[in-house]
C-alpha cells in the first residue's frame, strides 16, 4: 500500500488485521474453486500472490508430511486454484512462496543455488511435502500467458515469527526443548520477516521471472545458529541428542534437517531482483 499498490488480501479468520494494514480483506476457503474464483476476478488483480500455509503453532513433530499435510494441500490445490482465476481475470503476474534449504539435494556443495537439483530421495516422511512444493513450482512457472516467481523463503525470524522472543520455537529453545541433534551439520538459510516482504515487492514490481531464493548472507549449521538461538532468547545451551534418537523421537527428516540440509544464496535475487537482505540472525534472530 505504502508503494502505491491496492491490495486485496484473502483470509480465514483476520480480517481486522488486513484492514489496520490497508488492505481490503476477504474472507474465501482457499480449497473451493469457485469461491477463489470469484473472488480473484471480482479483485481484477495485475499480480497475484500466494503466501498461503497453515503452519502457526507447528512445533517438533513425529511426521512431517502429517504435520504439513494442510499446507500441501494448499500448495497443490490452493495454486491450482489460484492459477486458474488469475488467468480469467486476466492477471499478467504471479509471486508464489516457495522454500530454500532442505528441499535441495543432500549432497554436493553445502549451499546451493537455484540451478542446483532439488532431492530426488528425499526422507520417507518429507515426500508429499517435497512433492507439493515440486507441483507449485512447476504449475507457477509453466503458467501460460503470465509471469511467474517462485521466492524459496529461508527459515523466518524476526517480529511476528516462531522465533521471535513470543515465538512457538524460541520457546521451546528457552524450556531445551528444541536439542541438537546428531553431529548438527546441516546447513540452514533464515531470512529476516521485513526482508522476505521486501523481496517480494521487488518480484511484484520488477525483475526476470523465474525462482529466487530469498535467503540473508549467513547460510550456517546447526551447531553455530541454535546455541546463537539460545543466547537470543535467553535461553540455556541446547541439549545434544545421538543420531538415532533423533530419528527415533523425530523422525527421519527431523534428523537429516540436524545433519544433512543445505543452506542456499541469495546471489540471483541480488543480481535479477534488484535485492538484499538488511539483516543477519547472528545480529537480529528476535531484534526489532
Given at each position: 500500500?505504502?508503494?502505491?499498490?491496492?491490495?486485496?488480501?484473502?483470509?480465514?479468520?483476520?480480517?481486522d488485521?488486513?484492514?489496520?494494514?490497508?488492505?481490503?480483506?476477504?474472507?474465501?476457503?482457499?480449497?473451493?474453486?469457485?469461491?477463489?474464483?470469484?473472488?480473484?476476478?471480482?479483485?481484477?488483480?495485475?499480480?497475484?500472490?500466494?503466501?498461503?500455509?497453515?503452519?502457526?503453532?507447528?512445533?517438533?513433530?513425529?511426521?512431517?508430511d502429517?504435520?504439513?499435510?494442510?499446507?500441501?494441500?494448499?500448495?497443490?490445490?490452493?495454486?491450482?486454484h489460484l492459477?486458474?482465476?488469475?488467468?480469467?481475470?486476466?492477471?499478467r503476474?504471479?509471486?508464489?512462496?516457495?522454500?530454500?534449504?532442505?528441499?535441495?539435494?543432500?549432497?554436493?556443495?553445502?549451499?546451493k543455488?537455484?540451478?542446483?537439483?532439488?532431492?530426488?530421495?528425499?526422507?520417507?516422511?518429507?515426500?508429499?511435502t517435497?512433492a507439493a512444493?515440486?507441483h507449485?513450482?512447476?504449475?507457477?512457472?509453466?503458467?501460460?500467458?503470465m509471469?511467474g516467481?517462485?521466492?524459496?523463503?529461508?527459515?523466518?525470524?524476526?517480529?511476528?515469527?516462531?522465533?521471535?522472543?513470543?515465538?512457538?520455537?524460541?520457546e521451546?529453545?528457552r524450556?531445551r526443548?528444541?536439542?541438537i541433534?546428531?553431529?548438527?551439520?546441516?546447513?540452514?538459510?533464515?531470512?529476516?520477516?521485513v526482508?522476505?516482504a521486501?523481496?517480494?515487492?521487488?518480484?511484484?514490481?520488477?525483475?526476470?521471472?523465474?525462482?529466487?531464493?530469498?535467503?540473508?548472507?549467513?547460510?550456517?549449521?546447526?551447531?553455530?545458529?541454535?546455541?546463537?538461538?539460545?543466547?537470543?532468547?535467553?535461553?540455556p545451551?541446547?541439549?545434544?541428542?545421538?543420531?538415532?534418537?533423533?530419528?527415533?523421537?523425530?523422525?527421519?527428516?527431523?534428523?537429516?534437517?540436524?545433519?544433512?540440509?543445505r543452506?542456499?544464496?541469495?546471489?540471483?535475487?541480488?543480481?535479477?531482483l534488484?535485492?538484499?537482505?538488511?539483516?543477519?540472525?547472528?545480529e537480529s534472530?528476535v531484534?526489532?
Amino acid at each position: 500500500m505504502e508503494r502505491g499498490h491496492h491490495v486485496t488480501g484473502s483470509t480465514r479468520s483476520r480480517v481486522d488485521e488486513l484492514r489496520a494494514l490497508g488492505a481490503e480483506p476477504v474472507v474465501v476457503d482457499h480449497l473451493d474453486a469457485a469461491a477463489v474464483r470469484d473472488v480473484v476476478v471480482r479483485a481484477e488483480p495485475d499480480v497475484v500472490v500466494h503466501q498461503l500455509t497453515a503452519l502457526a503453532g507447528l512445533g517438533l513433530g513425529r511426521n512431517f508430511d502429517k504435520a504439513f499435510a494442510l499446507t500441501n494441500r494448499l500448495r497443490v490445490e490452493g495454486t491450482d486454484h489460484l492459477i486458474a482465476a488469475a488467468r480469467v481475470a486476466g492477471a499478467r503476474r504471479l509471486v508464489w512462496q516457495s522454500y530454500a534449504g532442505w528441499p535441495y539435494a543432500r549432497e554436493g556443495s553445502a549451499v546451493k543455488s537455484e540451478d542446483d537439483p532439488l532431492d530426488r530421495q528425499p526422507p520417507a516422511d518429507a515426500r508429499e511435502t517435497l512433492a507439493a512444493i515440486r507441483h507449485l513450482e512447476a504449475a507457477v512457472l509453466g503458467a501460460p500467458d503470465m509471469e511467474g516467481f517462485v521466492l524459496r523463503y529461508g527459515g523466518f525470524y524476526g517480529p511476528g515469527t516462531s522465533i521471535d522472543k513470543g515465538g512457538e520455537h524460541a520457546e521451546l529453545v528457552r524450556k531445551r526443548k528444541f536439542p541438537i541433534g546428531g553431529d548438527g551439520t546441516g546447513v540452514w538459510s533464515f531470512v529476516h520477516i521485513v526482508d522476505a516482504a521486501n523481496a517480494t515487492v521487488a518480484a511484484i514490481e520488477g525483475g526476470r521471472p523465474g525462482i529466487y531464493n530469498i535467503v540473508d548472507d549467513d547460510p550456517a549449521p546447526v551447531t553455530e545458529w541454535l546455541p546463537e538461538l539460545a543466547r537470543q532468547v535467553g535461553g540455556p545451551e541446547p541439549r545434544r541428542l545421538p543420531a538415532w534418537l533423533v530419528r527415533l523421537a523425530a523422525g527421519p527428516q527431523s534428523l537429516s534437517m540436524m545433519t544433512r540440509v543445505r543452506g542456499a544464496t541469495n546471489a540471483k535475487a541480488a543480481r535479477d531482483l534488484g535485492w538484499r537482505p538488511d539483516h543477519s540472525w547472528r545480529e537480529s534472530f528476535v531484534a526489532a
